[in-house]
T-cell receptor, first 113, second 113 residues
C-alpha cells in the first residue's frame, strides 16, 4: 500500500513557467520532508514541514503542509533548467509504532530551456 | 564537512554471486539507513542501524543483510544475487534514529547479469 501519492508522475515544462506538485495521503503525518534527486545522485533534502498549515519558502520554491497534516504541495515559480530532477516526499505516519519512513514514488520534472 | 561516501559506485555481478557495499556516514552521524531504488518501486527501505544495532528492517528476504561498525561505517551484503536485485542502492546517514532528515550518498549502481 502506497501511503504517499505524488502527482503528477511526470511533468515537462518550459523555462520560466510556474508549477505545483502534490503529495497526498489518507494518513496523518507527524512531519513531511521534500527531497530532490538528480540523475546519478542520491536525494538531497530540501525542507521539512511539521505544523499543519505551515508554509516554507526556499528561494523560488514554496512548500505547504496541509492543515490536517495529510498532504503537502511544492510550488516552483519561474522554473529553471537547474530545477530538473525527481521530487520526492517522505514522512512518518502517526499511526502505529512502526518508525519506517514512507516515500512517495516522486514527480519527475523536466524544465526545458 | 565530508558527505556520505558509498563504494563502489558501479558494479556488475552475475546471478548467484554475492556483493558487499560500503557506506561511510557524515562525521558525527550515528544512524545509517539503506534503500533500494528501482524505477518501478521507488525507494524501498532495507534497514536502519544505530550504535551498531539494527533498529528497523524493511520487507526484504534474508539474502539482504547489513552491519554497522563502531565508527558508524556500515556495510550491506546481498547473497545469491538475482536479476531483480539490479538497482541503485542508497545509503543515508542522520544524526538521530528514525529521522526523516537524511543525507544520502551518491549510491552504488548494481547490475546483475
Amino acid at each position: 500500500t502506497q501511503l504517499l501519492e505524488q502527482s503528477p508522475q511526470f511533468l515537462s515544462i518550459q523555462e520560466g513557467e510556474n508549477l505545483t506538485v502534490y503529495c497526498n495521503s489518507s494518513s496523518v503525518f507527524s512531519s513531511l520532508q521534500w527531497y530532490r534527486q538528480e540523475p546519478g545522485e542520491g536525494p538531497v533534502l530540501l525542507v521539512t514541514v511539521v505544523t499543519g498549515g505551515e508554509v516554507k519558502k526556499l528561494k523560488r520554491l514554496t512548500f505547504q503542509f496541509g492543515d490536517a497534516r495529510k498532504d503537502s504541495s511544492l510550488h516552483i515559480t519561474a522554473a529553471q533548467p537547474g530545477d530538473t530532477g525527481l521530487y520526492l516526499c517522505a514522512g512518518y505516519p502517526n499511526a502505529g509504532n512502526n518508525r519506517k519512513l514512507i516515500w512517495g514514488l516522486g514527480t519527475s520534472l523536466a524544465v526545458n530551456p | 564537512k565530508a558527505g556520505v561516501t558509498q563504494t563502489p559506485r558501479y558494479l556488475i555481478k552475475t546471478r548467484g554471486q554475492q556483493v558487499t557495499l560500503s557506506c561511510s556516514p557524515i562525521s558525527g552521524h550515528r544512524s545509517v539507513s539503506w534503500y533500494q531504488q528501482t524505477p518501478g518501486q521507488g525507494l524501498q527501505f532495507l534497514f536502519e542501524y544505530f550504535s551498531e544495532t539494527q533498529r528497523n528492517k524493511g520487507n526484504f528476504p534474508g539474502r539482504f543483510s547489513g552491519r554497522q561498525f563502531s565508527n558508524s561505517r556500515s556495510e550491506m551484503n546481498v547473497s545469491t544475487l538475482e536479476l531483480g536485485d539490479s538497482a541503485l542502492y542508497l545509503c543515508a546517514s542522520s544524526l538521530v534514529l528514525a529521522s526523516g532528515e537524511l543525507f544520502f550518498g551518491e549510491g552504488s549502481r548494481l547490475t546483475v547479469l
